[in-house]
């Protein structure tokens, strides 16, 4: 800790007070401004959701008349908005619910699977230039996806050696392997560094001895670390399904604005633009998308922060 | 294709994936030797750095490359390559008014957003810090994590709704100016403070990230430490300031430049909130504009290679502060 060293305190010299009641009622008074300011901070955060939340229940007629607070003296709920959101068929965001659901799944399990596999390789099997390798990508963290984008498309579009296209009308998959794909080359160079972190925890005497009794590294790698890696790879996996099921710009660029590839990001991204003055679509519309991500978040919190604090930051 | 279609493609697609590299695993079992440890290496990294050698590297060079040619995608037109503009791009960056306003659009986000963020982040966490609702509290202030950027837009574009005054209003804010008798404010629309308002919701989304490193930070100051301060008489905000603040030095470093790095490439509030107009564009939302809407890839190739050259020194000195904050 070099660098943490804190100050002396100017008031150092000076002989501790005494606990006096003085002293005491300022505690209780800077104790009282510290929790009414914590209100304060957590109303600001909360309200506009709040409010949109709110407004996603109101009728049409209500919301775009008055605002979401008016419910305190009139409260008046309907599922209507849901109802136009979700199968209506001008809006229908079930449909993009399910791209949603399709694009997230594989590019979730793709990239984690390869990442542990390289992973592994790169903290326990020797090899000669590992070290230069392992950090040749994690440098590459560090390319904006933006730079790798329109030469990226290039290749889907126009592959070279006369390799079939994976975009346009008859792509395998109907399109959906160019998002996939995307998705998991960009996951894998900081998944491939956080899970490799993970995995020189893991004490060396637990692989030498399976070695010693004749255990290769497939069977080590599927019988000792996957179990041991479980934590870890619940952390990343909690970040990269949020990164996928929230991205616009992977979906906007490799999807084409295909509506039959499109996650419910692009569509409620067009919606604001065309029908910006519709609050009771666009509240629930919003919480339609909304709901899965939050589900996810709040009940695998802790594997969440576990990979804050790891670094699980997307460059 | 009917969701039931998708579906069965997406299950084709995993089941061909864990297929290939079950293969792999299994025809690598047997390998013990020096040499055969070489091809199992070979094995498990192979697909990794076949993406990321053709999905990001030959990508990010190829784009350098091309933000010194003109407009079309293939750049040598002719024998004579005559599409070469060597560093006009990059000239037009710096001198076309548009885009000089753009790049001052992304400094104000890119120096306002990260100190707010940890501001609010830091404040936070040392006000719940070991209060009885601590959990509850900090949840509050998380959330906006687990939300889109698309939907968070959508949520304070609602905040900032406009009516004219005489209206009833729909938004909080121009509720709150009517209910104290004053004009309703186009929040979004009224140059240059609405870039500010867009910042808001960036801030809204990121100081829940800063809060929870900054926490952690909090948490691991040695209890006598923070003891030894108070029998001194060491309380309240001096406690915070010459306690708090220098232990969680590296911490906050990383946080500021981790949000900085972030805020360069955030694209998706200004294209939902504004659409870039009104003055509120910036280079991550230009360079999806120039690439995929002018179709100009020269222009669109510099302000990506802009943004990288931006981001390298950030990202080089945030790894080398995280280090840092592993070694202790």
């Known amino acids: 800790m070099t660098t943490t060293t804190p100050p002396a305190p100017p008031v150092r010299s000076t002989p501790a007070p005494p606990k006096t009641a003085s002293s005491a009622a300022r505690d209780a008074l800077s104790g009282r401004w510290a929790s009414a300011a914590a209100i304060v901070i957590a109303i600001l955060w909360t309200l506009p959701t709040f409010g949109l939340l709110v407004s996603s229940f109101r009728p049409e007629a209500e919301v775009k008349s008055n605002g979401w607070w008016n419910v305190v003296t009139d409260p008046q709920f309907t599922l209507d908005s849901y109802r136009q959101v979700i199968t209506g068929a001008d809006v229908d965001l079930a449909t993009y619910l399910i791209n949603s659901v399709v694009i997230t799944i594989p590019a979730v399990l793709i990239p984690i699977s390869l990442a542990v596999m390289a992973s592994y390789a790169f903290a326990w099997i020797p090899f000669r230039g590992r070290d230069t390798l392992f950090v040749a990508v994690f440098a590459l963290q560090i390319v904006p996806i933006q730079v790798t984008m329109i030469p990226l498309l290039r290749l889907y579009v126009d592959p070279p050696f006369n390799l079939m296209p994976l975009a346009g009308n008859d792509a395998p998959g109907g399109g959906f392997y160019t998002v996939w794909i995307s998705h998991t080359i960009f996951a894998l160079p900081l998944a491939i560094f956080l899970l490799h972190n993970f995995m020189r925890e893991i004490p060396g005497e637990l692989i030498e001895s399976a070695r010693v009794d004749g255990a290769g590294h497939v069977q080590i790698f599927s019988k000792i670390m996957l179990p041991l890696m479980t934590p870890a790879i619940a952390a990343f996996g909690i970040f990269q399904f949020l990164w996928v099921w929230n991205d616009l710009l992977v979906a906007l660029v490799f999807a084409g604005g295909n509506p039959s590839v499109s996650p419910l990001t692009v569509r409620l991204a067009a919606l604001a633009g065309q029908r910006g003055e519709d609050w009771h679509l666009l509240s629930a519309g919003a919480f339609v998308s909304l709901v899965v991500p939050l589900i996810v978040f709040l009940s695998l919190q802790r594997y969440f922060v576990r990979g804050l604090l790891a670094g699980s930051v997307k460059g | 294709m009917t969701s039931t279609d998708k579906l069965i493609q997406m299950a084709i697609a995993v089941a061909l994936f864990f297929a290939v590299t079950g293969a792999i695993l299994l025809l690598t079992t047997r390998l013990r030797s020096r040499s055969g440890e070489r091809v199992q290496a070979a094995a498990f990294i192979a697909p990794s750095l076949l993406l990321i050698a053709i999905g990001l590297l030959y990508p990010a060079l190829r784009t350098i490359y091309q933000s010194f040619f003109g407009s079309s995608y293939e750049p040598l ?122 910042i808001v919701i960036i801030v809204w989304v990121q100081a829940g990230f800063a809060m929870t490193i900054l926490s952690a930070a909090i948490k691991a100051i040695p209890d006598d430490i923070v003891e030894a301060a108070k029998l001194d008489g060491v309380n309240g905000l001096k406690l915070f300031r010459y306690i708090t603040v220098p232990s969680i030095r590296p911490s906050l470093i990383v946080v500021l430049t981790t949000i900085s790095i972030t805020t360069l490439k955030v694209f998706d509030i200004v294209r939902t909130a504004t659409g870039g107009q009104f003055g509120t564009s910036v280079l991550a939302y230009e360079f999806y504009v120039q690439s995929f809407r002018s179709f100009d890839f020269g222009l669109g190739a510099a302000l990506a290679t802009l943004i990288f050259i931006l981001v390298l020194p950030i990202v080089v000195y945030n790894i080398r502060q995280m280090r840092r904050l592993e070694a202790r």
């Open chain 2, 77 to 198: 037109v002719g024998a004579d390559g005559a599409n070469f503009v060597g560093l006009d791009n990059y000239r037009r960056i710096f001198t076309s008014e548009d885009l000089l306003q753009v790049l001052q659009n992304t400094a104000i986000w890119v120096v306002l957003t990260p100190i707010l963020a940890t501001g609010f982040g830091l404040i936070y966490a040392v006000l719940v810090d070991r209060t009885r609702f601590e959990k509850f509290a900090k949840a509050l202030i998380f959330l906006p994590m687990a939300i889109s950027l698309v939907g968070a837009s959508i949520i304070w574009k609602f905040v900032y709704d406009y009516k004219a005054s005489e209206q009833g209003q729909l938004g909080v804010l121009n509720g709150l100016l009517k209910a104290v008798g004053l004009d309703t404010y186009r929040f979004l629309l009224t140059e240059p403070w609405n870039t500010f308002f867009l």
